[in-house]
């Protein structure tokens, strides 16, 4: 069975920093493009960060670029995001999804996210 | 970027009518990188449709996507009460993906 589980998420100051995982089963990792998506409370998606499957590939949303950092880790089947200088309006549920050629790079599944809540 | 604009923002059917949703893009979508999700409150979006008109795995005949360059449909032929929920359409090119704003899907 296809498994996603997202972890790290809670309440983090404004300035402060959090590190949300993405721990993979029931695929073959090394094969999938890994992307973080988030919901703010009562609002649409977007897309947050992309690592391709070697890990060469990082791409970023504008408004978490300079800020977040993606990894992964094949060993672990894990990917990590890592989210400094938190800003208010990072408040959301953070999903993480994969997606490969078979699915034209849709995400074709999704883990059930982790909500992450910025606030002094 | 791209900015993709669905319309319309809500949709008052009944169960068994037929819904259509439209997605239009600022700029022609690359290669067809176009695709559908469906979500229910509390939970995480489903994938229904990529590349324009292909089902993911599980998904009824009764969705279909079509359209090309800018402007996108998503079809669903006649409505289940699990159809209720948001429709998001989604694009991905080399370096961004960005999403509509959501099509609410409710019970008249």
């Known amino acids: 069975e296809v498994q996603l589980e997202e972890s790290g998420g809670g309440l983090a100051q404004p300035g402060g920093s959090l590190r949300l995982s993405c721990a993979a089963s029931?695929?073959?990792?090394?094969?999938?493009?890994i992307n973080w998506l988030r919901q703010a409370p009562g609002k649409g998606l977007e897309w947050v960060s992309h690592?391709?499957?070697?890990?060469?590939?990082?791409l970023y949303g504008d408004s978490v670029k300079g800020r977040f950092t993606i990894s992964r880790d094949d060993a672990k089947k894990s990917v990590y995001l890592q989210m400094n200088s938190l800003r208010d309006e990072d408040t959301a549920v953070y999903y993480c999804?994969?997606?490969?050629?078979?699915?034209?790079?849709?995400?074709?599944?999704w883990g059930q996210g982790t909500l992450v809540t910025v606030s002094s | 970027e791209i900015v993709l604009t669905q319309s319309p923002g809500t949709l008052s059917l009944s169960p068994g009518e037929r819904a259509t949703l439209s997605c239009r893009a600022s700029q022609s979508v690359t290669s067809n990188y176009l695709a559908w999700y469906q979500q229910k409150p509390g939970q995480a979006p489903r994938l229904l449709i990529y590349?324009?008109?292909s089902r993911a795995t599980g998904i009824p005949d009764r969705f279909s996507g079509s359209g090309s360059g800018t402007d996108f449909t998503l079809t669903i032929s006649r409505l289940e009460p699990e159809d209720f929920a948001v429709y998001y359409c989604?694009?991905?090119?080399?370096?961004?993906?960005?999403f509509g704003q959501g099509t609410k899907v409710e019970i008249k």
């Open positions: 590349g324009v008109s």
């Open positions: 989604q694009q991905y090119d080399a370096s961004h993906r960005t």
């Open positions: 999804a994969r997606s490969s050629s078979t699915y034209y790079y849709a995400d074709d599944f």
């Open positions: 029931g695929f073959t990792f090394s094969n999938y493009n």
């Open positions: 690592i391709s499957r070697s890990g060469t590939t990082k």
